[in-house]
């Protein structure tokens, strides 16, 4: 299977402590992107990277979220001190940004749903 | 800031029955995504409509977009139960890397 893949599938952990998710995504996409989404709504931006690059980071993505790309293929993203309000499903999705004539589709991983006791 | 609103938020309809759900958008794009969630599930890529007037359609499900009436349509047609889902449609923002932004979804189930 070439799809974006999410490890873990699911994380329950106390408040304070810190957790790593990882994405893998489909191998020729340079663009990737990390979403929230919380239970009936949409999914939100968090961030994204062009190749190892990142390029942007939403004002949702506080100090204690940080995310890595560091060879331009697989990525992280960490939340330390997690808190109850951190409770969400956690999706990453690749593409292959053809620009802005293009379309930019994105494939979203399985996601991670974080609980965060 | 770029705004994108479904309607209706909830949608219960019996199969063989035609219905559409409307997204509407706040600011000027061309590029617009239908997607579809199954409960527990990640999102699925229906549709990538990429023009005004496209019209795009797979199955029982067929997409369009006005992007001077910043508004796209999903039409469902003779709906089955299978279509029961949480769909969204997304739109991205030609200045910031084309990150979606994404409506609030519509949750449709199909009744027998």
């Known amino acids: 299977d070439t799809g974006v893949s999410q490890d873990p599938r699911h994380k329950i952990t106390k408040r304070g402590q810190n957790v790593t998710f990882r994405c893998d995504p489909i191998?020729?996409?340079?663009?990737l992107y990390w979403y929230r989404q919380t239970l009936g709504q949409g999914p939100e931006f968090l961030t994204y990277?062009?190749?190892?690059?990142?390029?942007?980071k939403s004002r949702l993505l506080s100090d204690r979220f940080s995310a890595e790309r560091p060879k331009g293929s697989f990525s992280t993203l960490e939340i330390q001190r997690t808190e109850q309000g951190d409770s969400a499903m956690y999706l990453c999705?690749?593409?292959?940004?053809?620009?802005?004539?293009?379309?930019?589709?994105?494939?979203f991983g399985p996601g991670t749903r974080l609980t965060v006791l | 800031e770029l705004k994108v609103e479904q309607n209706p938020l909830f949608l219960s309809m019996q199969e063989g029955k035609n219905y559409t759900i409307y997204c509407n958008y706040s600011?000027?794009?061309?590029?617009l995504y239908w997607y579809r969630q199954d409960p527990g599930k990640s999102l699925e890529s229906l549709f990538v409509?990429?023009?005004?007037?496209a019209v795009k359609q797979e199955g029982r499900l067929m997409a369009s977009l006005d992007t001077k009436a910043r508004l796209s349509t999903l039409h469902i047609t003779a709906a089955v139960h299978d279509l029961s889902a949480t769909y969204f449609c997304?739109?991205?923002?030609?200045?910031?890397?084309?990150?979606?932004?994404f409506g609030e979804g519509t949750q449709l189930t199909v009744n027998p």
């Open positions: 990277f062009q190749n190892e690059a990142q390029l942007e």
């Open positions: 997304a739109v991205d923002m030609k200045t910031s890397g084309s990150r979606l932004t």
């Open positions: 600011t000027t794009s061309d590029r």
């Open positions: 999705a690749s593409s292959l940004g053809l620009g802005l004539a293009g379309g930019n589709e994105q494939f």
């Open positions: 409509l990429l023009s005004n007037g």
């Open positions: 191998s020729e996409h340079n663009r």
